[in-house]
Nanobody
C-alpha cells in the first residue's frame, strides 16, 4: 500500500506560480510511475503530467507544456509539480497518483492505469 498526500495548493493570480508536492508513505514510491491529474467542477479528470521511475522520462498535457514541470526526489519519496504562468483555466483539484505496474519508461496518460491516489489539493487561479 502507498499513501499519497498532496500539498501546496492555494489561491493565486493569473500569471503567478505554485509548487505542488506529493509525499508518499508506506511502500517506497521510487518503483512507481507518478502522475498528476486535475479535475475542475463539471469536467472530467484529465492528465496533467507524469514522470517515470527514474525521472528520466516525463510527459505533459498539451495545455500545460512549457508552463508546468514535474520532478521527483526518490530519496524523499516526493513528487513535485512546478506550475508557472498560471491561467484561470488551470483552476481545479489536483491529485497525484502512483502506478505500481512495471512499464519501463512508459507513462500512462489514463487515470485507469494508476492504482493509488491522493485526496487532492485545490488550485484556484483568479484574474
Amino acid at each position: 500500500q502507498v499513501q499519497l498526500v498532496e500539498s501546496g495548493g492555494g489561491l493565486v493570480q493569473a500569471g503567478g506560480s505554485l509548487r505542488l508536492s506529493c509525499a508518499a508513505s508506506g511502500r517506497t514510491s521510487r518503483n512507481y510511475v507518478m502522475g498528476w491529474f486535475r479535475q475542475a467542477p463539471g469536467k472530467e479528470r484529465e492528465f496533467v503530467a507524469g514522470i517515470s521511475r527514474s525521472g528520466g522520462n516525463t510527459a505533459y498535457a498539451d495545455s500545460v507544456k512549457g508552463r508546468f514541470t514535474i520532478s521527483r526526489d526518490n530519496a524523499k519519496n516526493t513528487v513535485y509539480l512546478q506550475m508557472n504562468s498560471l491561467k484561470p483555466e488551470d483552476t481545479a483539484v489536483y491529485h497525484c497518483a502512483a502506478d505500481s505496474v512495471y512499464r519501463g519508461d512508459y507513462i500512462p496518460l489514463s487515470g485507469a492505469a494508476y492504482n493509488y491516489w491522493g485526496q487532492g489539493t485545490q488550485v484556484t487561479v483568479s484574474l
